[in-house]
């Protein structure tokens, strides 16, 4: 069985990944220039190179997962799900049931690019939690800024605003959130200019 934090180095190797190819394929584009999917795409590869027995969807239709994952019950499902709409990833058991839901995010600058996604995560999670198989969320993002010096801290001091903003709507949803980092990230090379790959982990 996957591990989480083995899900987690994955998700952060996919983003950091996007970042590298992005910058050959462009002649030296940051990751913000670039669309989601890449994001999308590098994270799954990276996911399915753990050698252990899951299967991992695309785009899946968000509905369609709540059933399976036993999530759905009667009744209609709150706004907030989208339920029309499709999960970025999903990560299933391999007995064939969702795992973990992870939405991909490129450009993030503030908690409100983000808002929606952690909401639909968090009504997911609550929605019938005794028989739900669905285990996790994930907010996977990528995040840069340009500043006039000390990129490294400030972009830091910013990822921590985002994730203070985070906790507070997911407490509120008698939820739990963990904040990863890569170690050494945000990385700035001239002081000026920083980035960084971020995951938020939501659980019961």
């Known amino acids: 069985m996957i591990t989480q934090n083995e899900l987690i180095d994955a998700i952060q190797s996919g983003i950091i990944d996007s970042h590298e190819t992005y910058l050959k394929w462009s ?3 940051w990751l913000w220039n670039a669309p989601e999917y890449l994001m999308t795409v590098k994270i799954a590869q990276k996911i399915d190179e753990i050698d ?3 299967f991992i969807t695309l785009e899946d239709n968000v509905e369609k997962i709540l059933d399976i994952a036993n999530a759905k019950g009667r009744g209609k499902l709150p706004t907030k799900i989208r339920s029309n709409g ?3 990833i999903v990560v299933w058991w391999a007995n064939g049931h ?3 839901i992870i939405e991909v995010k490129n450009s993030v600058y503030k908690f409100a690019n983000i808002e929606e996604d952690i ?5 997911t999670l609550n929605r019938k939690s005794a028989d739900s198989k669905i285990q996790y969320g994930f907010i996977a993002f ?10 490294k801290e400030k972009l830091f001091n910013k990822i921590n605003k985002i994730y203070e903003q985070a906790k507070k709507l997911i407490l509120e949803e008698n939820l ?3 904040k990863y980092i890569p170690e050494n990230y945000p990385y700035s090379q001239d002081d000026m200019n920083s980035y960084s790959s971020v ?5 019961r």
């Open 176 to 178: 739990n959130i963990e």
């Open 52 to 54: 252990k027995n899951k």
């Open 199 to 203: 995951v938020l982990l939501i659980k």
């Open 98 to 100: 969702p795992r973990a």
């Open 86 to 88: 499709r999960f970025d």
């Open 142 to 151: 990528y995040i840069c800024n340009a500043y006039k010096n000390n990129a």
């Open 27 to 29: 002649y030296d584009e």
């Open 119 to 123: 909401i639909r995560i968090c009504k």
